[in-house]
């Protein structure tokens, strides 16, 4: 089978509100607005996207990953937008699985977690 790109769907409260956060904050290109929906652009072939609900359930088994390079930096920018984020850990090395990643949570309260991968086999098989 033969895929073009992916779209990961989140249900949300106040669309305004979520996309707002991911605009002003990761500086997500909004690709398509489909009223109800909003997909967004995350990577060169990857998007996320949100949809308003009247009755949204978080699932706390749900995290959303970014990965960059840039931990420490983004991080920093967001404490900086966002002062009243919900840091739920800070950045530092996680031995067990050779990554240095923190959490945040949304305006949601779905838990997003900034990586980086410190495994040499990351960039070999990615």
């Known amino acids: 089978m033969k895929f073009d790109s992916q779209i990961i769907f989140f249900s949300v ?3 305004q509100i979520t996309s707002s956060f991911y605009e002003n ?8 607005d489909q009223g109800q929906c909003r997909i967004y652009k995350t990577t060169a072939d990857y998007y996320i996207g949100f949809c308003e609900k009247e009755n949204v359930t978080v ?3 749900v995290v959303i ?3 960059t390079d840039e931990v420490d930096k983004v991080f920093k920018k967001l404490k900086e937008k966002v002062p009243d984020i919900e840091i739920v850990k800070e950045p530092a090395l996680n031995e067990r699985f050779k990554i240095y990643n923190g959490f945040v949570k949304d305006p949601d309260g ?5 990586q980086r991968f410190e495994s040499p086999e990351w960039k070999e098989n990615k």
Do not use: A, P
């Open 110 to 114: 779905y838990l997003i977690e900034i």
């Open 25 to 32: 904050n990761f500086d997500f290109k909004l690709v398509l």
């Open 59 to 61: 699932n706390e088994n």
């Open 65 to 67: 990953t970014f990965v």
């Open 13 to 15: 409260k106040d669309l």
